[in-house]
C-alpha cells in the first residue's frame, strides 16, 4: 500500500504522531520526523523505525518558523528525492477562558497549530506538484468543528486547519494530490493526561463508546489517508472520537 513511499511527520516525537510514524513505518514507508529539542527518547525512536527496515530521518524544526521548516524539507527532499506523504499533526494547546487569555497564549497555538500547518505544507506541496502525486494529512479536532469552553485560541486554530486544508484540496486536486483532514476526538497523550479526572469524567460521558481513543486509532485512518486506497476522497473531514460528534 504505502510500501518505498516517504513520509513527513511532523510532531512525530510523542503521542498521536508518533503511532503515525510507528504505523507507516511498519508498512514500508520512510520516515522524516522533526524535533524541538533533542533527547535520547528520539534517537530510541529512530532505531525503532530503522527496525522496520525503512530509513528514518530526524531533523531539528519548529514549524512555526518558516525558514525551519524550508530547510527540513529540503533535507527530506536531498535525502528520500521524492515526498509522497505529508502529516500535519504538531500542535499544542494554551486553554484559558476568553476574558483571561494573553495575546501571547492566542498567538503561540495559532502559530504552531495553523501557521505550522501552513508553512509545512506551502514547502511540500511545491514538491508534490512537480512530482503530480501526494497525500497530504492535516490532523485537526473535534473541537474545531463544535468549539469547547477554555480553548478558543485551539478551536480557532483547529477551525482554521479545515477551512485550510478545504481550500488547499481544492488547488491541488488536478495534480493528483489528495489533502485530508483528521479530527480526533479525545485520545490518550501527554496533551490529554494534564486534564484534571473530573474533567476527563464529564469528556466520557459524551462519548457514545464510553471510552477514550488510542492514538493506534488515528495512525490507522492516517495509514488509509496515506495509501492508495483514498484516492478519491479529498477534501473531507473524517472523525475519530467514538461517535463523541455525530453532524
Ligand atoms: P502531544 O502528545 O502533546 O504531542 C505533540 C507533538 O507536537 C510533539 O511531538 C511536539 O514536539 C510537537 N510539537 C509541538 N509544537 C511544535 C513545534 N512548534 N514544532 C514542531 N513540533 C511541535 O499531542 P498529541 O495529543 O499527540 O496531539 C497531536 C495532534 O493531535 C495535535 O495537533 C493535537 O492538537 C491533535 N489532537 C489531539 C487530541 C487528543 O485528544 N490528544 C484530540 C484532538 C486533536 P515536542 O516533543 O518537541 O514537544
Excluded: H, W
Excluded at 185 to 204: A, C, F, Q
Aim: proline share 2%; aromatic share 6%.
Amino acid at each position: 500500500m504505502i510500501k518505498n513511499k516517504n513520509a513527513i511527520v511532523t510532531g512525530g516525537t510523542r503521542g498521536i504522531g508518533r503511532e503515525i510514524a510507528r504505523t507507516l513505518a511498519q508498512n514500508g514507508a520512510n520516515i522524516a520526523i522533526n524535533y524541538r529539542n533533542y533527547s535520547e527518547e528520539i534517537e530510541k525512536l529512530v532505531e525503532e523505525l530503522k527496525s522496520f527496515g525503512v530509513k528514518v530521518l530526524a531533523v531539528k524544526c519548529d514549524v512555526s518558523k518558516e525558514e525551519e521548516v524550508s530547510n527540513f524539507v529540503k533535507e527530506v527532499k536531498n535525502n528520500f528525492e521524492r515526498i509522497d506523504i505529508l502529516v500535519n499533526n504538531a500542535g499544542i494547546t494554551k486553554d484559558g477562558l476568553i476574558i483571561r487569555m494573553s495575546e501571547k497564549d492566542f498567538n503561540d497555538v495559532i502559530d504552531i497549530n495553523l501557521k505550522g500547518t501552513f508553512n509545512t505544507t506551502k514547502a511540500v506541496s511545491a514538491v508534490m506538484v512537480k512530482q503530480r502525486y501526494g497525500k497530504i494529512i492535516n490532523i485537526s479536532s473535534v473541537v474545531g468543528v463544535t468549539g469547547n469552553a477554555g480553548q478558543c485560541n485551539y478551536a480557532a486554530s483547529k477551525a482554521g486547519v479545515i477551512g485550510f486544508s478545504k481550500s488547499v484540496a481544492r488547488e491541488l486536486a488536478a495534480r493528483n494530490i489528495n489533502v485530508n483532514v483528521i479530527a480526533p476526538g479525545y485520545i490518550n497523550t501527554d496533551m490529554t493526561s494534564v486534564l484534571p479526572e473530573k474533567v476527563k469524567e464529564e469528556v466520557l460521558k459524551t462519548i457514545p463508546m464510553k471510552k477514550i481513543g488510542d492514538p493506534k486509532e488515528v495512525a490507522n485512518l492516517a495509514l488509509f489517508l496515506s495509501s492508495n486506497l483514498s484516492d478519491y476522497i479529498t477534501g473531507q473531514v473524517i472523525n475519530v472520537d467514538g461517535g463523541m460528534v455525530m453532524l
